[in-house]
């Protein structure tokens, strides 16, 4: 898996882009698990199903379930034991984006996304650091920002 590392932004975090797509983060283990969409690996497997996934999210539910089905997207290797997960993941392949920002019309595929993208515009940071003080819009950057503080704490 090649990984692209591009530099230069004003707060000389490092930022892993996707070679595939547009999708970037300033955490290569994030870029990691995204690149699972384009693979199609399938890391771990469920015990009581005939199932695997490729986060580990996708299987960890108690050992009693008794679910037999499974659902499977018919575009890429992608299985669910959850209806609803399937559901969002075609999201990706439809490029579907019904969240649409009222100010500047970028669209979204989840209601999450378009409230932490609104944040852009409202200039709430709601995240903040317990060190220095320096507020985030989004918490894996609060998190990743507490790592500068390593040697402090």
Do not use: W
Not at 21 to 28: E, F, I
Not at 29 to 47: A, D, S, V, W, Y
Not at 131 to 153: N, P
């Amino acid at each position: 898996m090649k990984m692209t590392l591009a530099t230069g932004s004003t707060n000389s975090m490092h930022l892993f882009r996707c070679p595939h797509c547009t999708y970037s983060s300033n955490l290569k283990g994030n870029l990691k698990k995204h690149m699972l969409i384009h693979t199609g690996e399938r890391q771990f497997e469920c015990k009581f199903l005939n199932f695997s996934a490729g986060f580990v999210q996708q299987i960890a539910f108690p050992a009693t379930n008794t679910k037999t089905s499974v659902y499977h997207c018919h575009l890429c290797a992608y299985a669910s034991p959850h209806k609803s997960n399937l559901k969002t993941h075609m999201l990706v392949h439809t490029k579907e984006r019904q969240f649409v920002c009222v100010h500047c019309k970028k669209a979204f595929t989840t209601k999450g996304n378009l409230k932490m993208h609104a944040r852009i515009h409202s200039g709430e940071r709601p995240y903040e650091c317990s060190i220095c003080d320096k507020k985030f819009t989004q918490k894996s950057s609060l998190l990743s920002h507490q790592f500068t503080h390593r040697d402090i704490v």
